[in-house]
């Protein structure tokens, strides 16, 4: 079954000697069903002469052709220019033409009735995936240059002179192509999402687009996606054939795990994602302690220390053999924390910029990170800035600092990769 649903126009049924939009669309497409929508205006018309259905009978008689017409007349409509006033109410019409006639196919007629009812019914064609929606063209390919005194409107002689009646006329009908629109919308979703790093987001919404993105948009935000989680196994599997050399600057196993943790930290910075970006200090703390460890002191972990089941705990008898006193509390089942190592620093006279950054990262640790981890709390700007008197862009910036301490330094335009991975994912979608 074959249904349409038509507001009625002020060229409908005939004008300018040509069909109408509501009329051409029947005589191209013979629905079993047609809806007539009608403002407050358009009733008027109606009861004068039934001109409407009338036009559809005389094409019925001449083609052979036979419909049922339902008239819904919305006689309080009066603000037909209003946009809001149509959406849900044709929304609520379709659905029950929907329920009532389950019509395999479903159109509308985008062409008559006023701007605001053509862009509803475009809409909701967007929206809807059964509903196809159908453009009529005027015979001049433009605005009507003239329209019916529709206070005296001659149906008979309408019908004599419509040129549409001859054997060879011209289809004017086109099927709106709402998947390019709604594409559009979409990538521009997509966008937004990349611009504020949600890769995973962006993946979801991409798959929705009616023509797919082309296959290296998708492989470069699998890539994207796989770093933000740091899985450098599948980065590392695809950025060479991939030939993603200005993505990843640090590729050296140790410093690129560092460096890669460092970006994800900071994305979640600029997403403003405070208490997932103080909660991961500790873990680079920890690791950039062992290497500064080594650069000031010529000390490894396992020269302090025994490994126990992928842990690193001190060894007593190795601190006291590189003349290290051990605090009181310390045991052979103490593990290694950046606090121990930089007790150590302190004792084997490390350089002083180093152990004054250090305290102020251990400073972190202790009256936010720490809180933050084990408490129900609000983690804010100004609740990080209040408890330590840095800011988390400061906090962010040390550990930079300490990176280039512990022999990986990360230049300023290394730490924007992230951006320039955005540009090229945009431009790669705009392909």
Known sequence: MKVLFSPIGSTD???????????????LYRPDKVYFY?????CIYHDMDDRYRGAVRLLEAETGWQCEIEVIRDEEMENVQLFDAFINSFERILDNIRKRDKPESLMVNISSGTPAMKCSLQMISMLWNDIVAIQVSTPLKSSNWQHEDKDHYDLGLQWEK??????????RCMVSDVHHLLDRIRKEHIQKYIEVYDYEAAKMMAKTLYQEPSENFEKLLDIAIARQKLDLKYVNTYRQALQLQSWFPI??????????YLLAMQTKLWKKQYADFIKDVTPIFYSFSEEVLWKCCGL???????????????SIDKLRAKRIKPKTKWGDHTNISSYIVLTILNQLGADKEIIQ?????RLVEREVRNLAAHQIVGVTREWIKKRTKYTPEEIMDMLFLLSEYAGNPISRKNREIYRVMNEDLLRCLSE
């Open 13 to 27: 049924p005939i004008s300018n000697c040509r069909d109408g939009g509501m009329l051409h669309i029947c005589r």
């Open 300 to 314: 490894h972990f396992a020269d302090i220390g025994e490994k126990k089941d992928s842990a690193w705990n001190l």
């Open 162 to 171: 419509n040129r549409d009646r001859e054997d060879v006329f011209e289809n």
């Open 251 to 260: 590729v050296q196993e140790r410093k690129m795990k560092e460096y890669e």
């Open 357 to 361: 950054l250090m305290d102020k990262i």
């Open 38 to 42: 009608l403002s407050s205006e358009m």
